[in-house]
């Protein structure tokens, strides 16, 4: 397929998947995005305002994870429910374009809430060099969780598992690791676990932009992210099932 | 001239106590409906995945428009397109939407792909539903969106997975009627189905596979023929024991009365036999469901009933 006819192919799979679905519904954002808005209010409220700054990193980093994650489980549909993906496999289009179409779906059909993240963070003094920076940690987060993602969908024999393993994933990434607090509440044991987690590193740089401080060294969460990106896409590449055996 | 030419074609599943295709050999001529028949697990869906690049065989080989289904997948998916069966249409997306996708996922610029997309709708008739959402419709209208996906595609070969489950007979025609004029463009149709009626008036030929084996090959007209001992079917209603209808010749039981497929002169002395006893009965020729029925069940005799993913 010629560059130009790929980046049709492209084009359309975001425009059907996830610009039209964002149009003709806009009122699914926030009940697919309730979870981390949840979190970020009671954390508001709860905290009297103080805690708002780790709420927005908690959430931006809860909202970048389950996009990443939600390509997974819309991958599994395709596949199993819809048999798109056999409709797809039998066509010119290849399987990184495909995987890519539908995780640039996924991040258009959750750009409005991610918008008013930044929005918040604006609100909040932070600069626009902060929140450029915050736009580059939510790539390299979305690029990693969508690799999780797509990895784990691959293995799903039927959507409920895939929709189940997926909300499992977004809990132990996003909700128990130090995402809505600082790295430093964590009793000095669990430490080096959390430090693993991807979402915990780009927690601690959301925390950083947004005037909280760098809990973790800044140079070494980006480390960390980015390698986990590579080696993530890395293992995707490899055991991604395109043709069936 | 060979659009497709499977050579010893044998998969077998992981999980599988047996082989979903067995050593099948066979070739489809370009230009040609080519249908495959078959009972659930015989094969069919499974012959129609490997031919179109979606899954890999165990052994054997199938060349497609002359490229090798597994080696030249690449070359070979610019060409072919696919209906697959029991698919499921997209929320929220309306019929155009998903032509429209998969002509420009195909890399199809724009203008043709909306001209394109606006001759499908037409010619399936979804032209009063096409910008409804397609939750919103008829699992037989859903199920034209998702043959029109494939028909409106510049694809020289179509594979279609039971295109018509769940249409209406009206709304089946016109799915036939757009599978014929695609072959009058030249295009290769290869299509599995249940229904005979649909076999026996698109194909140019078909197979009967039995447990991933080919039983029967032919024109629906030769594969009939070769029935040549069991050229008429009689539908016995009343008066006879099973036993007394045998000698006559293969004795199904369909619905409570009795059908006999035999010769011409069997039906003849059945005739008069039933006559004689005042029993009613109604003769006919032999139907491709017959054939099918009959051929299956001998294939099959005597082996072990289990189910196998196709």
Redesign the interface.
């Known amino acids: 397929?010629?560059t130009?006819?790929?980046l049709?192919?492209l084009?359309?799979?975001m425009?059907?998947?996830g610009f039209?679905?964002m149009v003709?519904?806009p009122l699914f954002i926030p009940f697919v995005f309730s979870q981390p808005f949840t979190l970020l209010f009671i954390l508001f409220v709860a905290s009297g305002g103080v805690a708002l700054p780790y709420g927005l990193a908690g959430a931006l980093t809860m909202v970048t994870t389950e996009l990443g994650l939600f390509v997974g489980t819309d991958l599994a549909s395709?596949k199993i429910?819809?048999?798109?993906q056999?409709?797809?496999?039998?066509?010119?289009?290849s399987p990184l374009t495909y995987m890519f179409?539908v995780a640039l779906s996924e991040l258009i059909f959750g750009a409005p809430a991610l918008l008013v993240l930044f929005g918040l963070m604006a609100s909040q003094g932070a600069t626009l060099s902060a929140i450029i920076t915050a736009m580059g940690v939510v790539i390299l987060l979305w690029i990693t969780t969508t690799a999780i993602g797509f990895f784990f969908s691959a293995y799903a024999p039927n959507t409920q598992n895939a929709f189940i393993i997926n909300g499992f994933i977004a809990t132990i990434l996003s909700v128990l690791p130090p995402v809505y607090y600082s790295i430093k509440l964590l009793p000095p044991i669990l430490v080096p676990l959390a430090e693993i987690l991807p979402t915990t590193q780009a927690s601690a740089l959301f925390q950083g932009v947004i005037g909280l401080g760098y809990s973790i060294n800044p140079d070494l969460s980006f480390g960390v992210l980015l390698a986990a990106s590579v080696i993530l896409l890395l293992l995707v590449s490899f055991k991604m099932r395109w043709?069936?055996? | 001239m060979i659009a497709l030419k499977a050579t010893d074609l044998t998969k077998v599943y992981k999980h599988s106590r047996r082989p979903a295709l067995d050593g099948l050999n066979l070739e489809i001529e370009g230009g040609q409906i080519f249908t495959l028949l078959g009972r659930n697990g015989a094969g069919k869906t499974t012959f129609l995945r490997i031919a179109s690049t979606q899954l890999m065989p165990t052994s054997g080989s199938v060349t497609v428009l002359g490229l090798d289904a597994v080696k030249q997948a690449k070359e070979l998916r610019e060409r072919i397109a696919i209906t697959p069966q029991e698919a499921e249409t997209i929320y929220p997306l309306t019929a155009r939407d998903h032509v429209m996708l998969s002509l420009r996922m195909r890399g199809m610029d724009k203008p043709t792909a909306v001209k394109r997309t606006a001759q499908a709708i037409e010619a399936l008739e979804l032209g009063e539903v096409a910008d409804m959402n397609t939750d919103w419709l008829s699992g037989g209208l859903k199920q034209r969106v998702i043959v029109a996906m494939a028909i409106a595609t510049d694809a020289e070969m179509i594979f279609l997975d039971e295109p018509s489950i769940g249409l209406d007979p009206l709304n089946r025609r016109r799915v036939w009627e757009q599978l014929t004029r695609l072959k009058q463009e030249g295009r290769t149709i290869v299509l599995t189905t249940h229904y005979m009626d649909e076999a026996e008036a698109l194909s140019d030929r078909l197979v009967i596979i039995s447990r991933g084996k080919l039983v029967a090959q032919g024109t629906p007209q030769s594969v009939k023929a070769s029935f040549t001992n069991r050229s008429a079917r009689v539908d016995v209603y009343s008066r006879f024991a099973e036993k007394e209808l045998e000698p006559y010749g293969r004795v199904v039981e369909i619905a409570g009365r009795f059908r006999v497929l035999t010769d011409a002169d069997g039906a003849k002395n059945l005739g008069e036999d039933a006559v004689a006893r005042g029993a009613s009965i109604a003769i006919g020729p032999v139907s491709l469901d017959d054939v099918f029925v009959d051929i299956v069940g001998e294939a099959e005799k005597g082996e072990e009933e289990y189910g196998d993913p196709e």
Do not use: C, H
Not at chain 1, 81 to 84: R, T
């Open positions: 397929m010629a130009r006819n790929r049709r192919s084009w359309a799979i425009y059907y998947l039209t679905p003709r519904n395709y429910q819809n048999k798109f056999d409709v797809v496999v039998a066509s010119p289009v179409g043709r069936e055996n």
